[in-house]
């Protein structure tokens, strides 16, 4: 018996489990899924995290469209802890409630109760097998005796144990599944002075270290954005803990909400992403370090020392046309190209 055979059989493993690369659900959004290495991971942990109205339910609600449309069987429970989901949330995605468990917080209101529910939903996933999506809305919410969070270093404390508990016990029962994953949404509470900065969160950082991707999402502020029929802004997106999924690429983006509250476009971002990376040039730098919704720059393609302008928040297929034409000489990989035609044709939904 070699080395390996004794050691698999000291530690009671039938074989040697192989490090593979895990699936991912994505968000529906290009550059977000860009920056993500694929969108969210399955059988892991992943935090979205930003202030006050950032589009973070916003976000997590795409996810779960698209998680729900890859397979019949399975299901999204969502933990409502602060009681913001409406029905009419669900409506503006095509989500029945029929593969939908809403949780309300009434059911669920500290961090003993959200394992002990947890515990039961994948006690029946493994005996009668599928896949769930866990929807944390938000974990900060969920602490024993909670009325109202300081930022005391005690209750920062008894915070993060609480939630590292949970995670703790939550990560080898989603490995144990073959697509079920855990979307965690968190709130800031204390502006840095750089965005993607080191910062507090309500839930504690006791998340930071268990979980496998973090996204920080930032809404920019726009003049009309109080205005429900014009309101337009881009949100910033922000991922961390994917560096070597990405290598050298950007870790940044910008997307579009668009005007009259229709939501976000799936390529919405993706010239800002490759403007970041270098491989397009903006029209207005301003715009492009802090962009509005009233600024809509154009981006430009070097080729054959003409300029060939784009809109793409304007025209998204006539945008991919020219990125399929001019891409591959501006140093854009295949994938993304390909990618981008996907997402258009595909991801095209509540746009």
């Given amino acids: 018996m070699s080395t390996k055979e004794e050691l698999l059989k000291a530690l009671n493993l039938s074989k040697g489990y192989e490090i593979t690369k895990l699936p991912r659900v994505p968000t529906g959004i290009l550059s977000i899924d860009l920056i993500l290495g694929g969108g969210f991971p399955l059988r892991r942990i992943s935090e979205l995290y930003g202030w006050s109205l950032s589009g973070k339910t916003y976000l997590m609600l795409r996810v779960a469209r698209i998680f729900l449309d890859r397979d019949q069987e399975n299901l999204v429970i969502w933990f409502d802890r602060e009681g913001a989901l409406e029905e009419s949330h669900l409506e503006s995605f095509n989500i ?62 008894r915070v993060a144990k609480s939630i590292k508990a949970y995670l703790r016990k939550l990560i080898p029962l989603l490995d144990k599944t073959e697509g079920s994953f855990a979307l965690a949404c968190n709130h800031l509470y204390l502006s840095p002075s750089t965005f993607g900065a080191q910062v507090k969160k309500s839930g504690g950082t006791g998340i930071d270290f268990l979980r496998h991707v973090g996204l920080a999402l930032q809404a920019t502020k726009d003049s009309d954005v109080t205005d429900p ?66 600024d809509e720059p154009t981006f430009i393609f070097n080729h054959e020392e003409k300029k060939i302008r784009i809109a793409p928040e304007k025209d998204y297929n006539r945008a991919v046309l020219f990125l399929e034409k001019y891409g591959p000489e501006s140093g854009i990989p295949e994938e993304i190209i390909s990618q981008a035609r996907e997402y258009v044709e595909k991801y095209n939904f509540h746009a």
């Fill in 96 to 157: 029945f409630p029929d593969r939908f468990i809403h949780v309300p917080p009434s059911e669920c209101a500290t961090a003993d109760d959200l394992l002990d529910k947890t515990l039961a939903v994948f006690d029946v996933i493994e005996k009668s097998g599928g896949n769930v999506m866990i929807a944390i809305d938000s974990v900060g919410a969920y602490v024993k005796g909670e009325k109202e969070l300081s930022s005391s270093t005690e209750d920062q404390g």
């Fill in 229 to 294: 029929s014009t309101r337009a802004y881009y949100l910033w997106a922000v991922a961390d803990k994917t560096r070597s999924l990405l290598g050298d690429r950007p870790l940044k983006t910008a997307v579009l909400i668009d005007k009259g509250g229709k939501g976000i476009h799936p390529l919405s971002g993706l010239y800002y992403y490759l403007a970041l990376w270098g491989k397009l040039i903006p029209s207005n730098k301003n715009a492009f370090t802090r962009p509005t919704a009233s």
